[in-house]
């Protein structure tokens, strides 16, 4: 069965960019949308962004502007790299899969989750 | 501050038959599926419901979703100790280009 698992560092400065991979293991990430969730200490989630595996990308208006969600098939991996980060970005960042139904936008396999925590 | 609106908690004594309320608006959920999440302390969410009332293979049918107009519920019976979660809605909002939007979570206390 599919299985994901993020990677990257957990310390990132204020202003600088956070960067985090997702692998992709068990299966292809052919023929999907990938998503970025993240979920802020004692806090609620938030969407990131989707991409699907061919490279087109969907954001949340509100990170728009500092977010880049990209995909390397090749090495069955996904990336978000997040700019000028201050201390609201810390949270725990989770990859999921889109569920592979037309039309539905619910998340069927998510990862462990991986904490980024914003600090000089 | 959250687009889709959940109650902070909710509880519960076993057996029991509990609901949690999402609301949102004619972008969100009047025109789009709700889903629901299920997320056990210190885990990743799961997915529970999807289309507004259809189960992933593996939930029990004691989780059931429901929709009407610009608000869903989750529905739980026969509360179990181990459904003491936080839940979450969702659902496609298609303001601007689209995007996901989550409700702030629901704390489920069972007594």
């Known amino acids: 069965q599919v299985q994901l698992q993020e990677s990257g560092p957990g310390l990132v400065k204020p202003s600088e960019t956070l960067s985090l991979t997702c692998t992709v293991s068990g299966g292809s990430i052919s023929s999907y949308y990938w998503s970025w969730i993240r979920q802020p200490p004692g806090k609620g989630l938030e969407w990131i962004g989707y991409?699907?595996?061919?490279?087109?990308?969907n954001y949340n208006p509100s990170l728009k502007s500092r977010v880049t969600i990209s995909v390397d098939t090749s090495k069955n991996q996904l990336s978000l790299k997040l700019s000028s980060v201050t201390a609201a970005d810390t949270a725990v960042y989770y990859c999921a899969r889109r569920m592979p139904v037309a039309g539905t936008h619910g998340m069927d396999v998510w990862g462990q989750g991986t904490t980024v925590t914003v600090s000089s | 501050q959250s687009v889709l609106t959940q109650p902070p908690s909710a509880s519960g004594t076993p057996g029991q038959r509990v609901t949690i309320s999402c609301s949102g608006s004619s972008s969100n959920i009047g025109s789009n599926y709700v889903y629901w999440y299920q997320q056990l302390p210190g885990t990743a969410p799961k997915l529970l419901i999807y289309?507004?009332?259809q189960r992933p293979s593996g939930v029990p049918d004691r989780f059931s979703g429901s929709k009407s107009g610009t608000s869903a519920s989750l529905a739980i019976s026969g509360l179990r100790s181990e459904d003491e979660a936080d839940y979450y809605c969702?659902?496609?909002?298609?303001?601007?280009?689209?995007?996901?939007?989550f409700g702030g979570g629901t704390k489920l206390t069972v007594l």
């Open positions: 289309r507004n009332n």
């Open positions: 969702a659902a496609w909002d298609d303001s601007l280009s689209g995007f996901v939007v």
């Open positions: 991409i699907y595996y061919s490279g087109s990308t």
